[in-house]
């Protein structure tokens, strides 16, 4: 026993060993490192001065099937250094001042990682010498915040180990790139630890400097990242984790305004806080291009920027939200029958649809339901909402339902063939079809029949486990619903359904079937020391939480339930228009 002990306290003291020595090898290389990504840099630069193209923009479409980027390992050249060497030389040029204080760099195998705190995460590579570029954007900052202000929230610090005299914080980095094995977008956990005293002085840390120290993929698409800063990175700043992006510093990220201030201009609004919505006014006019990669973001700020405009007094507003909905407009596929249906993915500097991928889930949803309720939001009186509305609903209708095993599903297309699977996410959709189908009399009949038996589906999903709750997504095997993946995240798109569905039909089932789904999250979700938690398995009674409550949460899941089982009178729905994230916004005069 005491030769075991001995033992395993050696092999531990000698890992300790391997890591200070592998940390100090990091170190070392830290600057040589920044030379050669200075290269990649001017060959990203040189693709794009050359107006963005690439293969992919000289003829054809994207096929996200064949794409093949993914791994870590490529083949070496004839000398033996990796394939692209040559696109990565040494270069006597460090990193510019103004990177190297907000981002940190690092190459693993063929990827070299770039984290910009309180902006994004990416890999990418310089793949040879004609500089064709590969990219993946991991994770975008969730916000920015001006970390002046007593209440900012950029990060979640907490004390680390004092032997280490060092506090370390984390942020979530979400929705990046689509991750092909896995019906998600990719994310980062950041980590910041912020040294101090000899240990930041024996590093380049010393020069004030980020240092990104590793990157890891502990699962499929979901990665790990360590930033090490010095004591008092950023200033003041330093207790929302230093260059976190401010309002004004945002124009030029990755995904567009999604991710930034309009999901909450609205409610700064009505919130009275008249500073932090100036810095959304001030930011919003001169950087936004109305283009983003994902249908939902590009076409889900239109009610936001139309009662902005409003309020405001300033038209501008209205008139960048509706040229990406003219474009979209312009560039959708049309079918013979005068459906119409969008890819997720728009070509940014073209508005063109990118990929074969149709969906009314996950990076597509949102997009859809703006046709209605911006039609809605303006009286009715904008017409084109509407069309493209039944346009979509119709497109949907004949290429993307179908009924099997008595439950009618609203699947996904990929390359022009039918996926047999049903987000969750998709269960806003008997929702708005009820809350059409009220200004849509020669459709109602239809949207009505349709809504109730996607809501029925809904409903399946969450009486298919035994916990109540239902899976991320199921799939269709065999005439029979399967859960496809088994997390569930405390999402609101099924509550929300029942919500409108009672509020039109007064089917005493949606309320009982709220409640039922109510009380399973109150069994296996609710956290005795307060809040609730998702489920990492719907299918195991006394499944292990996931440790975290989504935003959405609060702001819609509790708000339907609560709309669910109030009076009607509580919120008309003939004077205002709920947005994607649950906020009412009052229909605007003409």
């Known amino acids: 026993m005491i030769t075991f002990f001995s033992m395993e306290t050696r092999r531990q003291e000698e890992q300790r060993e391997m890591q200070k020595e592998l940390h100090r090898l990091r170190t070392d290389n830290l600057a040589k490192e920044r030379k050669l990504i200075k290269l990649a840099e001017r060959a990203e630069s040189w693709r794009f001065d050359r107006g963005?193209?690439?293969?992919?923009?000289?003829?054809?479409?994207?096929?996200?099937?064949?794409?093949?980027?993914?791994?870590?390992?490529?083949?070496?050249?004839e000398d033996g250094t990796p394939y692209g060497a040559e696109a990565l030389a040494p270069e006597e040029e460090a990193l510019p001042a103004e990177k190297r204080a907000g981002c940190a760099r690092l190459k693993e195998g063929w990827w070299v990682y770039e984290v910009c705190l309180g902006q994004h995460v990416r890999q990418f590579h310089a793949a040879d010498a004609k500089a064709a570029f590969a990219e993946n954007m991991l994770g975008m900052a969730p916000h920015a915040c001006g970390a002046e202000e007593a209440g900012c929230h950029c990060m979640r610090l907490r004390e680390d180990d004092a032997a280490l005299s060092c506090h370390k914080a984390e942020e979530e980095y979400v929705r990046g790139d689509a991750c092909p094995?896995?019906?998600?977008?990719?994310?980062?956990?950041?980590?910041?630890?912020?040294?101090?005293?000899?240990?930041?002085?024996?590093?380049?840390l010393a020069e004030g400097a980020l240092a990104l120290v590793s990157v890891h993929e502990p699962e499929t698409c979901r990665y790990e990242a360590t930033v090490e800063a010095p004591a008092g990175f950023g200033g003041e700043e330093a207790g929302c984790g230093g260059g976190a992006a401010r309002l004004g510093e945002g124009g030029k990220d990755w995904v567009g305004l999604g991710l930034t201030i309009l999901d909450s201009l609205d409610v700064l609004w009505m919130a009275n806080l008249t500073k932090e919505f100036a810095h959304g006014v001030e930011w919003t006019i001169p950087n936004w291009t109305g283009g983003s990669l994902l249908l939902a973001e590009v076409g889900t700020v239109q009610m936001e920027f139309f009662a902005l405009a409003h309020h405001a007094g300033r038209p501008e507003f209205r008139e960048r939200a509706q040229r990406?909905?003219?474009?979209?407009?312009?560039?959708?596929?049309?079918?013979?029958?005068?459906?119409?249906?969008?890819?997720?993915?728009?070509?940014?500097?073209?508005?063109?649809?990118?990929?074969?991928?149709?969906?009314w889930g996950a990076m597509g949803d949102s997009f859809y339901e703006y046709l209605l309720k911006t039609w809605l939001l303006t009286g009715k009186k904008h017409e084109q909402y509407k069309r493209m509305y039944l346009e979509a609903v119709k497109g949907m209708q004949r290429r993307l339902i179908i009924e099997e095993g008595g439950l009618t599903y609203l699947c996904e297309e990929k390359s022009g063939k039918l996926v047999r699977k049903m987000d969750h996410l998709v269960c806003f959709v008997p929702g708005t079809l009820a809350l059409g189908a009220q200004h849509l009399p020669e459709q109602h009949?239809?949207?009505?029949?349709?809504?109730a038996k996607l809501a029925e589906t809904c409903h399946r999903m969450y009486t298919l486990t035994p916990t109540g709750l239902a899976p991320e997504f199921v799939k269709i095997v065999g005439g029979s619903m399967v859960a496809g993946a088994n997390h569930n995240l405390l999402r609101p798109e099924t509550i929300e359904a029942f919500f409108y569905l009672w509020r039109f039909t007064k089917d005493a089932r949606y309320r009982e079937w709220?409640?039922?789904?109510?009380?399973?999250?109150?069994?296996h979700c609710r956290v005795p020391s307060g809040g609730y938690s998702g489920l990492k398995n719907v299918k195991l009674r006394g499944s292990a939480k996931d440790d975290t409550m989504q935003t959405f949460w609060l702001a819609e899941s509790l708000k339907y339930f609560l709309l669910l089982f109030s009076d009607d009178s509580l919120l008309d729905l003939n004077t205002h228009v709920i947005n994607t994230e649950a906020h009412p916004i009052k229909i605007l005069p003409s």
């Open 52 to 77: 963005g193209e690439s293969e992919d923009d000289a003829g054809g479409e994207f096929n996200e099937d064949e794409w093949s980027e993914e791994s870590d390992e490529h083949p070496p050249g």
């Open 445 to 451: 009949d239809e949207h009505m029949a349709l809504a």
């Open 514 to 523: 709220g409640w039922e789904i109510f009380s399973a999250f109150e069994r």
């Open 324 to 359: 990406a909905i003219d474009l979209l407009d312009s560039q959708g596929g049309g079918l013979t029958d005068g459906g119409r249906l969008w890819p997720i993915h728009i070509r940014p500097e073209s508005g063109r649809p990118s990929g074969s991928t149709i969906s």
């Open 181 to 204: 094995d896995r019906e998600s977008t990719r994310s980062v956990t950041v980590k910041l630890v912020c040294r101090e005293g000899e240990e930041a002085a024996d590093s380049v």
